[in-house]
């Protein structure tokens, strides 16, 4: 899932627009464009770039996130059209690291003497070998956001520290889920099963693909059952809204209070915020993810080989993943860095959010970044993991057992492998 992709319909479309001007010299400034997807709360920074850089403006093309990455392939197959700096979620990186003759290695220019700012396993993401396809921008550390008010009517405890004691592990959060239903059954306890099952595979080191030879490996693979089974068991209850991140049923579930948790990396929670708007300022809370750790979404930003302004598109890259500019994502935006001596910040540490009820979101989302491990995505990955998502679904609407839905989707993910 993507990261930071809060957006409106009126903001993506005038940026668009803006976008179909291709990056031209004004007078003596050089124009470089940014693409992303959705908004990664760039404005302000690209603000002060541009005054720190007199020579230099920077207009950032912001389309939603399947209309960037199928662009992206577009542009890179044409050799036109790709902004000069690209983000590139993290669940691509694998396929477009196979194409990096594509894109201008970032080593050239000196990125490799960056290395040290990032966690290990996120600067292995974006290299291959000795080529540095992309600098890593945030990460998606997970929590627990749940409903205070919801657990209270379910007879279930309030205090974030006691809910972490009540679901440590995911075993524990479907026994919590049977008896918040129990008490509630108006109210669902999970958004979706979907989300479940991600958070799930994001604690497991393999997920569809052997990290030794990129064999697919899901149908044998004890993590990949395991999460489905759990996650389709609570859809089969009829525990989950189900409804899915970044669809406006989502939304409305949110502003309704339909569900009573979420397992939410640290960038949705600008999208709560917006989705529950005032009205629930303070119902949610914050709390330590089951399992304790897990990473979804995060980018990179690369730089196309195609463009014309490489070495200035390059420092504009390195400008905004550093970590002075992190830090004000952060506190600005709730966009949590991937580099320890961000997260790790006494300041970044000490945020409280006061929508969540003043949770200590700087401590919970570093703690879990803190316990990350690597996270193995194979080169089709983005193939095949719809695949799932879709069977949960079908569980979700009753249309299939959770057997039945696990081995069409097993049997549709291998079909598309051939």
Same mark, same amino acid.
């Given at each position: 899932?993507?990261?930071?992709?809060?957006? @409106?319909?009126?903001?993506?479309?005038?940026?668009? %627009?803006?976008?179909? =001007?291709?990056?031209?010299?004004?007078? *003596?400034?050089?124009? %470089?464009?940014?693409?992303?997807?959705?908004?990664?709360?760039?404005?302000?920074?690209?603000?002060?770039?541009?005054?720190?850089?007199?020579?230099?403006?920077?207009?950032?093309?912001?389309?939603? /996130?399947?209309?960037?990455?199928?662009?992206?392939?577009?542009?890179?197959?044409?050799?036109?059209?790709?902004?000069?700096?690209?983000?590139?979620?993290?669940?691509?990186?694998?396929?477009?690291?196979?194409?990096?003759?594509?894109?201008?290695?970032?080593?050239?220019?000196?990125?490799?003497?960056?290395?040290?700012?990032?966690?290990?396993?996120?600067?292995?993401?974006?290299? *291959?070998? *000795?080529?540095?396809?992309?600098?890593?921008?945030?990460?998606?550390?997970?929590?627990?956001?749940?409903?205070?008010?919801?657990?209270?009517?379910?007879?279930?405890?309030?205090?974030?520290?006691?809910?972490?004691?009540?679901?440590? *592990?995911?075993?524990?959060?479907?026994? #919590?889920?049977?008896? /918040?239903?129990?008490?509630?059954?108006?109210?669902?306890?999970?958004?979706?099963?979907?989300?479940?099952?991600?958070?799930?595979?994001?604690?497991?080191?393999?997920?569809? /693909?052997?990290?030794?030879?990129?064999?697919?490996?899901?149908?044998?693979?004890?993590?990949?059952?395991? #999460?489905?089974?759990?996650?389709?068991?609570?859809?089969?209850?009829?525990?989950?809204?189900?409804?899915?991140?970044?669809?406006?049923?989502?939304?409305?579930?949110?502003?309704?209070?339909? &569900?009573?948790?979420?397992? =939410?990396?640290?960038?949705?929670?600008? $999208?709560?915020?917006?989705?529950?708007?005032?009205?629930?300022?303070?119902?949610?809370?914050? @709390?330590?993810?089951?399992?304790?750790?897990?990473?979804?979404?995060?980018?990179?930003?690369?730089?196309?080989?195609?463009?014309?302004?490489?070495?200035?598109?390059?420092?504009?890259?390195?400008?905004?993943?550093?970590?002075?500019?992190?830090?004000?994502? /952060?506190?600005?935006?709730?966009?949590?860095?991937?580099? +320890?001596?961000?997260?790790?910040? +006494?300041?970044?540490?000490?945020?409280?959010?006061?929508?969540?009820?003043? #949770?200590?979101?700087?401590?919970? &989302?570093?703690?879990? #970044?803190?316990?990350?491990?690597?996270?193995?995505?194979?080169?089709?990955?983005?193939?095949?993991?719809?695949?799932?998502?879709?069977?949960?679904?079908?569980?979700?609407?009753? @249309?299939?057992?959770?057997?039945?839905?696990?081995?069409?989707?097993? $049997?549709?993910?291998?079909?598309?492998?051939?």
């Amino acid at each position: 899932m993507p990261t930071t992709v809060r957006r @409106t319909a009126a903001a993506v479309a005038a940026l668009t %627009l803006l976008a179909a =001007c291709s990056p031209a010299e004004s007078g *003596d400034r050089t124009k %470089l464009t940014i693409a992303t997807f959705g908004e990664f709360g760039y404005a302000p920074l690209i603000a002060e770039y541009e005054k720190l850089h007199p020579d230099v403006t920077v207009q950032n093309r912001v389309t939603d /996130f399947d209309t960037h990455h199928k662009g992206l392939a577009t542009q890179l197959a044409t050799g036109r059209g790709a902004a000069d700096v690209v983000a590139i979620e993290e669940q691509y990186i694998p396929q477009y690291r196979k194409a990096k003759d594509k894109f201008t290695d970032l080593a050239s220019f000196g990125a490799r003497d960056l290395e040290k700012q990032w966690a290990p396993w996120k600067w292995a993401q974006g290299t *291959d070998g *000795d080529f540095v396809l992309g600098l890593g921008t945030d990460m998606g550390s997970l929590a627990l956001c749940y409903r205070r008010d919801l657990f209270q009517a379910a007879g279930l405890p309030t205090d974030r520290d006691e809910v972490a004691k009540l679901i440590p *592990d995911w075993p524990a959060y479907a026994a #919590a889920a049977d008896r /918040f239903t129990q008490k509630t059954p108006g109210v669902k306890f999970a958004d979706s099963a979907g989300t479940v099952y991600t958070a799930m595979l994001n604690q497991s080191p393999e997920n569809y /693909f052997s990290q030794r030879d990129d064999s697919f490996i899901a149908d044998t693979n004890p993590s990949v059952r395991a #999460a489905f089974e759990l996650s389709g068991g609570i859809a089969a209850k009829g525990q989950t809204a189900a409804a899915t991140t970044f669809t406006q049923a989502w939304n409305v579930a949110i502003k309704q209070g339909s &569900f009573a948790t979420v397992a =939410c990396p640290a960038w949705m929670l600008s $999208q709560i915020k917006e989705a529950g708007g005032a009205a629930n300022k303070g119902k949610w809370d914050v @709390t330590t993810v089951p399992g304790r750790s897990g990473n979804q979404g995060g980018s990179f930003l690369t730089v196309p080989k195609q463009g014309t302004h490489q070495k200035e598109a390059y420092e504009l890259a390195r400008w905004l993943t550093a970590p002075e500019q992190q830090k004000k994502l /952060f506190l600005a935006e709730g966009i949590l860095p991937s580099e +320890p001596s961000v997260y790790e910040d +006494p300041q970044v540490i000490a945020h409280t959010d006061p929508y969540f009820g003043d #949770a200590p979101t700087g401590r919970i &989302f570093a703690a879990s #970044a803190d316990q990350l491990r690597p996270n193995y995505r194979g080169l089709h990955d983005a193939d095949v993991r719809p695949e799932f998502g879709r069977a949960l679904g079908r569980i979700e609407d009753k @249309t299939q057992t959770v057997d039945q839905a696990w081995a069409q989707a097993v $049997q549709q993910a291998r079909a598309l492998l051939k």
